[in-house]
């Protein structure tokens, strides 16, 4: 992954009733316009669907920009709000789950499936979900943390296939830190969240919900397909 710090933003659409109340002409033409202006908003944008997945959204949006400069994330935020605004009546935010990258200080260097935000997306599958650690595991030591985490980190490494990007949170969202993986096996990924739930860290975590699961939409589909 680039050694800059890169802020990755999710964001969790669902279309109105007044869209569905379209007829179909009308609904291809707003939801292609409003797809064709989100790469609008940021350097990396990827879409994928969350109907079916959940009840509570039909597409979920990955943005990703760089931070070179201090004005990076407000310029980011801005343009988000402007791509929005033509479709916000048949459109709306359901959530967004967003951080920034920082170098890990449990893991040594880079991991080797660690996601790069800014490349071209090639597995179907994308899981996100907020991530909060109890206060009673900030009273260890990093030495102990990290401890810990090397066990974590371990049976992560024994499922191939799947990788991982963490974002940094605290602060600047209600959880912590924002965790996304992708994978081509849903089934793979859900064993591995079962390994994970075995280890000693597990005890320290607060709250990992809610998950959003989606499909990656390609950039060929057409129409309405995608929702």
Same mark, same amino acid.
């Given at each position: 992954?680039? *050694?800059? *710090?890169?802020?990755?933003?999710?964001?969790?659409?669902?279309?109105?009733?007044s869209f569905?109340?379209?007829?179909?002409?009308?609904?291809?033409? @707003?939801?292609?316009?409003?797809?064709?202006?989100l790469p609008e908003m940021a350097d990396s944008v990827h879409l994928y669907r969350t109907g079916g997945t959940r009840t509570d959204g039909d597409v979920l949006v990955?943005? *990703?920009?760089?931070t070179e400069d201090d004005q990076a994330p407000a310029n980011f935020?801005? !343009?988000?709000?402007? $791509?929005?605004?033509?479709?916000?009546?048949?459109?709306?935010? $359901?959530? $967004?789950?967003?951080?920034?990258?920082? =170098?890990?200080?449990?893991a040594r260097g880079s991991a080797d499936r660690e996601i790069d935000p800014m490349v071209e997306?090639?597995? =179907?599958?994308? @899981?996100?979900?907020?991530?909060? !650690?109890?206060?009673?595991?900030?009273?260890h030591s990093v030495e102990e943390r990290?401890?810990?985490?090397?066990?974590?980190?371990?049976?992560?490494?024994?499922?191939?296939? @799947?990788?991982?990007l963490l974002l940094y949170s605290t602060g600047l969202q209600d959880q912590e830190? $924002?965790?996304?993986y992708e994978t081509a096996d849903l089934s793979a990924f859900s064993a591995l969240v079962v390994d994970l739930r075995m280890t000693e860290a597990r005890l320290y975590t607060e709250r990992d919900t809610p998950v959003?699961?989606?499909?990656?939409?390609? =950039?060929?589909?057409?129409?309405?397909?995608w929702l």
């Amino acid at each position: 992954m680039d *050694s800059r *710090s890169i802020l990755s933003h999710f964001s969790v659409f669902a279309f109105n009733s007044s869209f569905w109340a379209l007829p179909e002409e009308g609904r291809v033409e @707003i939801a292609q316009a409003w797809r064709s202006a989100l790469p609008e908003m940021a350097d990396s944008v990827h879409l994928y669907r969350t109907g079916g997945t959940r009840t509570d959204g039909d597409v979920l949006v990955w943005s *990703s920009i760089p931070t070179e400069d201090d004005q990076a994330p407000a310029n980011f935020f801005e !343009k988000f709000l402007e $791509v929005q605004r033509p479709y916000r009546s048949y459109i709306h935010v $359901v959530d $967004v789950l967003w951080g920034l990258t920082r =170098p890990s200080q449990y893991a040594r260097g880079s991991a080797d499936r660690e996601i790069d935000p800014m490349v071209e997306r090639s597995l =179907p599958y994308l @899981i996100v979900y907020p991530f909060v !650690k109890t206060h009673e595991w900030y009273q260890h030591s990093v030495e102990e943390r990290r401890r810990m985490m090397t066990g974590h980190i371990r049976i992560g490494k024994q499922h191939e296939g @799947i990788d991982q990007l963490l974002l940094y949170s605290t602060g600047l969202q209600d959880q912590e830190f $924002v965790v996304a993986y992708e994978t081509a096996d849903l089934s793979a990924f859900s064993a591995l969240v079962v390994d994970l739930r075995m280890t000693e860290a597990r005890l320290y975590t607060e709250r990992d919900t809610p998950v959003y699961v989606g499909v990656h939409v390609s =950039p060929g589909d057409k129409g309405t397909d995608w929702l």
